[in-house]
């Protein structure tokens, strides 16, 4: 999968972490978005590096959704973690 395919993957990866995960995010839409793609990433690299499963080079491959979705809500919820809820409620 090209890189551009990757960038894709994560925004919905990211839209779906959010989804599974609501609430106030102290980065907001642009802060998920971001968090959505390098969840992608991470999340493939860790499938294909711990979890011996290589990154498949299909779009549409389930594990590599859940990959990178499961890497999306890890770093949500680190994020959330660190950062806390910055904006008044």
Do not use: C, E, Q
């Amino acid at each position: 999968m090209s890189i551009i395919g990757w960038i894709i993957l994560g925004l919905l990866a990211g839209a779906v972490a959010k989804i599974l995960l609501p609430g106030r995010d102290p980065g907001g839409i642009l802060g998920t978005t971001f968090i959505g793609i390098a969840g992608a990433f991470i999340g493939g690299w860790i499938s294909a590096r711990w979890l011996d499963h290589p990154i498949n080079n299909s779009f549409y491959d389930g594990a590599t959704w859940a990959a990178a979705i499961g890497g999306a809500l890890v770093l949500l919820i680190g994020y959330r973690i660190v950062f806390g809820h910055s904006r008044s409620r």
